[in-house]
C-alpha cells in the first residue's frame, strides 16, 4: 500500500516537473508589444484610433463607444458585474481590461478571435454592444471631413480608405499603445529589491509554489493564454431576464437549438461544442488586476480576497474541472500575501487618456461655435 502511494506521489511530482518545464516563467513585460506586419502602428494611426475608440457614433443609435465598457477611469475595463450594454439590451459577461491586450494572443472569455483587430470589429456589429451595421457606419464616417483627412494619412495606399478593416486596424493601433511595464513586481524582476516589500515577495513565493497560481497565470502577462473550467459559481444576476435574452441569442447564434436548457454561460463549449470545454473560460491576466474589480467572466466576486478564497478551496463543484485545481490549505497569512502580491502587479503610471474633443459632420454646428 504505501510503496503505490509512493508510485503515485512519484508520478504526480513527474507530471507536475514536466509541466513547470515547458512553463513560461513570470517575468517583466517587453517595453514594445507586439504588432502584426500588416497594421505598423503610425502616430496617425494612434490618432485616428484614439477618436475612433472614444466615438459613441459608431454605435447605431451614437450612445456606446469601446470607452463605454473599457473605460480608462476604470482600469480600462468597467467596474460592475456585468459589461454594459446597448440601450434596452443587457449584456451576460464581465468587461476584460484593455491595459496590456496588446500582449494577448486570444481575445474575448470563450477566444472567438486571435487579433485585435478582428476584437474590435465584434462590437461594433453585435446588436447587444454597439448594433452598427458595418456600411452604415463607413457611410456616416465618411461624412466627417477630419475622418475622411485621417483615414487618407493613415491609409494611404488605400483607394477607399474608409472600410470596415481599416476602422478595427485604427482602434488597435490605439489600443496597442495601452500598455504599462512599472509595477512594484517589474522593478523587483528589474533588480530593484526595495521595490516589493516582505509580505509582496512572501505571496510571489506562494504564487509560484504552494498556491501554484504560475500554473494558469504565467509568462509576462500573468496568462497561459489558454482555457479552464475552475467551477466559478453562478451570479444572481445570470438570471436578469434580459441577461438570459442575451445568452441565449449568443448561444442560438452559436448552432444551439433549445439555448433556454442552459442556466448559465459554459463560455468556451459555445464555440467548440466540446464537453471537456464546458465551463471553460480564457485564463485572465492578473496585471493592474487589482484596478479592474469585480471578478470572473460574470464579476462573482468583488474583491481579490474572494477570489483568493475561492482558489483556496479548490475552486468549484463541477465534475469536468481542472484536475490542477485542489485544496489549497492556505493560512489567514498567507492569503493576505498572496492579496499582496496581486496588488503589486498594478503599475505605478497606468496610462490615462482624456476623452478627446469628436470631429463633427459636415455642416454641424459646434456647441460654441456660434
Not at 454592444?129 to 494619412?153: A, C, Q, S, T
Not at 433556454?260 to 480564457?282: H, M, N, Q, S, V
Amino acid at each position: 500500500m504505501r510503496r503505490t502511494i509512493f508510485l503515485g506521489s512519484l508520478l504526480a511530482l513527474f507530471v507536475m516537473s514536466a509541466d513547470s518545464a515547458k512553463r513560461p516563467s513570470i517575468a517583466p513585460l517587453p517595453d514594445r508589444p507586439p504588432e502584426p506586419k500588416d497594421n505598423p502602428t503610425t502616430p496617425v494611426k494612434v490618432e485616428l484610433g484614439k477618436l475612433l475608440y472614444f466615438d459613441p457614433r459608431l454605435s447605431g443609435d451614437g450612445s456606446t463607444s469601446c470607452a463605454t465598457c473599457h473605460d480608462p477611469n476604470h482600469g480600462w475595463a468597467k467596474r460592475r458585474f456585468m459589461s454594459p450594454a446597448y440601450p434596452e439590451n443587457k449584456h451576460f459577461r464581465h468587461s476584460p481590461t484593455v491595459l496590456n491586450v496588446a500582449y494577448n494572443t486570444i481575445m474575448f472569455w470563450d477566444g472567438r478571435t486571435k487579433t485585435l483587430e478582428e476584437q474590435a470589429k465584434k462590437p461594433i456589429a453585435s446588436p447587444f454592444e454597439m448594433n452598427m451595421n458595418y456600411d452604415l457606419l463607413v457611410e456616416r464616417l465618411k461624412k466627417i471631413p477630419k475622418y475622411r483627412k485621417l483615414f487618407r494619412k493613415a491609409f494611404p495606399e488605400d483607394k477607399n480608405p474608409i472600410n470596415i478593416d481599416n476602422i478595427a486596424k485604427a482602434i488597435a493601433a490605439f489600443e496597442r499603445t495601452i500598455v504599462c511595464n512599472d509595477s512594484p513586481f517589474d522593478l523587483y524582476m528589474k533588480g530593484d529589491k526595495s521595490a516589493m516589500d516582505e509580505m509582496q515577495i512572501k505571496g510571489m513565493k506562494l504564487f509560484v509554489g504552494k498556491a501554484g497560481c504560475v500554473q494558469c497565470h504565467n509568462g509576462p502577462n500573468f496568462t497561459d493564454e489558454k482555457f479552464h473550467v475552475t467551477g466559478v459559481p453562478k451570479n444572481s444576476v445570470e438570471d436578469d431576464a434580459l441577461v438570459r435574452v442575451t445568452r441565449n441569442f449568443v448561444i442560438r447564434s452559436n448552432g444551439f437549438k433549445d439555448p433556454d436548457r442552459f442556466d448559465r454561460d459554459l463560455g468556451r463549449y459555445f464555440i467548440t461544442k466540446k464537453e471537456e470545454d464546458k465551463g471553460a473560460f480564457k485564463t485572465p491576466t492578473l496585471r493592474n488586476v487589482a484596478l479592474t474589480p469585480p471578478y470572473m467572466h460574470n464579476g462573482v466576486f468583488k474583491t481579490l480576497r474572494e477570489v483568493v478564497e475561492f482558489y483556496n478551496k479548490g475552486g468549484g463543484d463541477v465534475p469536468n474541472k481542472d484536475p490542477r485545481l485542489k485544496p489549497l490549505n492556505l493560512t489567514e497569512e498567507e492569503k493576505e500575501a498572496l492579496v499582496a502580491f496581486l496588488e503589486a502587479l498594478t503599475c505605478k503610471t497606468v496610462p490615462q487618456v482624456e476623452e478627446p474633443e469628436l470631429p463633427p459632420f459636415e455642416g454641424e454646428i459646434v456647441k460654441g461655435g456660434g
